[in-house]
T-cell receptor
Framework: EPEVTQTPSHQVTQMGQEVILRCVPI?????FYWYRQILGQKVEFLVS????????KSEIFDDQFSVERPDGSNFTLKIRSTKLEDSAMYFC?????????????FGPGTRLTVL | QKEVEQDPGPLSVPEGAIVSLNCTYS??????FMWYRQYSRKGPELLMY????GNKEDGRFTAQVDKSSKYISLFIRDSQPSDSATYLC??????????????FGTGTQLKVEL
């Protein structure tokens, strides 16, 4: 069964550094998402991406964040200058709009630790 | 008022018990109602979804929605130790530019004991 993959599984970085989190969505899906989950808290929506554009972003997704689909398979989340409070699990998800419910399938996540 | 509220638990039950997990929501714009299961430090895994009031069954799992009360439930029959996980309700609504946005509850941590 196709699945969403994410790399790396764990990223440790120094505050102020740039990080790029990578995702390979399910191949025939058209909508792509990033969510994050701070330890012990709920999963929060960050951004949705469709047709090479951001379709919606949350207030968390400020100018430090950007997303890109650099080729036909990868979907990336860049954090330009990381802060301590960016430490969280970051989940990529994708969905197929032709399927009823347009259900989102999640990757295993990247654990980001900012020191 | 929070958009989605879910009792965080933890909930501990003996093997074979019937488990009831619940969420309430405040926004009538939600169109689909999902249940995800999440193991520690893993991604959410979709269990079931429904869009109308009533029940939907899949094996040992039953999802129930009452739109008039803005209340959703997940029932697990004959619970097994392998069901031990965090269960997340997630409500979906459309995004104007394309796609849909999920709003999650806090998750209920379930432990099924032998």
């Amino acid at each position: 069964e196709p699945e969403v993959t994410q790399t790396p599984s764990h990223q440790v970085t120094q505050m102020g550094q740039e990080v790029i989190l990578r995702c390979v969505p399910i191949s025939n899906h058209l909508y792509f998402y990033w969510y994050r989950q701070i330890l012990g808290q709920k999963v929060e929506f960050l951004v949705s991406f469709y047709n090479n554009e951001i379709s919606e972003k949350s207030e968390i997704f400020d100018d430090q964040f950007s997303v890109e689909r650099p080729d036909g398979s990868n979907f990336t989340l860049k954090i330009r200058s990381t802060k301590l409070e960016d430490s969280a699990m970051y989940f990529c998800a994708s969905s197929d709009p032709t399927r009823m419910g347009d259900t989102q399938y999640f990757g295993p996540g990247t654990r980001l630790t900012v020191l | 008022q929070k958009e989605v509220e879910q009792d965080p638990g933890p909930l501990s039950v003996p093997e074979g018990a019937i488990v009831s997990l619940n969420c309430t929501y405040s926004n009538s714009a939600f169109q689909y109602f999902m249940w995800y299961r999440q193991y520690s430090r893993k991604g959410p895994e979709l269990l079931m979804y429904t869009y109308s009031s009533g029940n939907k069954e899949d094996g040992r799992f039953t999802a129930q929605v009452d739109k008039s009360s803005k209340y959703i439930s997940l029932f697990i029959r004959d619970s097994q130790p392998s069901d031990s996980a965090t269960y997340l309700c997630a409500l979906l609504k459309g995004i104007t530019g394309g796609g849909n946005k999920l709003t999650f509850g806090t998750g209920t941590q379930l432990k099924v004991e032998l």
